[in-house]
């Protein structure tokens, strides 16, 4: 599906979109700002939520490489998520694909309010410096719920997946804040991808939008991975409660 968008809109999404971008890899909830952007400009809910996964792809396609490159991810954690993560990236695309559009728009704005509202009252993750050991999602039932169910609602909405990530990552499988913040990244790259496979092959995605979306996504996320290298753990911490008061604020606006 390629859908005209004007000089102006493409310029507004690339703004959007860079926000978007650096709060999503610095914390999480920029998509509380990009789908409300797709449908200021006349996408219906479904195309929306679709087209917004090209430029989560960019964006966290951009921001793993930036981790690799810098040593930042641990490749035993995201083998340890794989299967729950994909399984419900899965699932949840296609739940959210086949859902009529005029119960999903109110869905998608219910969810959104919910998580970030949730995130604010809930944001009690520790920094790095825990001595507890990491857990396996394999090694509870909790630890592989709350992973595949983190994958279903990135696959489904995506808005505010982040938090959800972060709080999975650090609070059941015990992971510290900048470990788990990385981690995030290479998860939603993960479910993304399996969920932008379902929208195309369902025709949901506005191309033009999704692109203009992209470029700004992804210039977005080289700013943050640049800052979030080296960022300590507290600061970090404050970082993630200041991006969840950000995007709760656009979520309740919209």
């Given at each position: 599906m390629?859908?005209s968008?004007?000089?102006?809109q ?7 979109g ?6 999503n ?5 920029g ?11 006349g996408l219906?809910?479904?195309?929306a ?5 090209v ?6 396609l951009?921001?793993?490489?930036g981790?690799?490159?810098n040593?930042?991810?641990d ?7 794989f299967?729950p993560i ?5 699932l949840?695309a ?5 859902l009529?559009?005029?119960i999903?728009?109110?869905a998608l ?13 809930k944001s009690?993750v520790k920094?790095?410096?825990s ?6 999602c394999?090694d509870s ?5 709350s992973?595949?169910f983190?994958?279903?609602?990135g696959g489904?909405?995506q ?7 972060i709080?999975v ?7 510290g804040?900048?470990?788990a913040n ?16 379902v ?8 191309w ?14 080289l700013v943050s991975?640049k800052?979030s290298i ?22 309740l606006?919209?």
């Amino acid at each position: 599906m390629i859908e005209s968008v004007s000089f102006a809109q493409g310029l507004m999404l690339i703004a959007i979109g860079f926000l978007a971008g650096g709060i999503n890899t610095f914390a999480g909830g920029g998509s509380n700002l990009s789908l409300p952007a797709l449908m200021m400009i006349g996408l219906p809910a479904d195309i929306a939520n679709a087209t917004n996964r090209v430029a989560i792809f960019m964006q966290s396609l951009t921001a793993t490489h930036g981790y690799y490159v810098n040593d930042k991810l641990d490749k035993a954690s995201i083998k340890n998520i794989f299967i729950p993560i994909i399984l419900g990236g899965l699932l949840g695309a296609i739940a959210a694909s086949y859902l009529d559009v005029e119960i999903l728009k109110p869905a998608l704005l219910a969810t959104m309010v919910g998580v970030s509202l949730w995130v604010v009252f809930k944001s009690d993750v520790k920094s790095d410096g825990s001595k507890e050991e990491t857990v396996s999602c394999f090694d509870s039932k909790l630890g592989f719920i709350s992973t595949f169910f983190a994958g279903f609602y990135g696959g489904f909405i995506q808005a505010g997946v982040g938090f959800v990530l972060i709080t999975v990552f650090v609070g059941v499988l015990n992971h510290g804040l900048l470990k788990a913040n990385a981690l995030k990244i290479v998860a939603a790259l993960m479910f993304t991808t399996i969920s932008l496979v379902v929208f195309i092959y369902r025709d949901q995605v506005a191309w033009m939008a999704g692109i203009y979306l992209a470029i700004g996504s992804i210039l977005g996320a080289l700013v943050s991975v640049k800052l979030s290298i080296d960022i300590k753990p507290k600061t970090l911490k404050i970082c993630v409660l200041v991006m969840t008061v950000v995007a709760s604020a656009a979520a309740l606006f919209i």
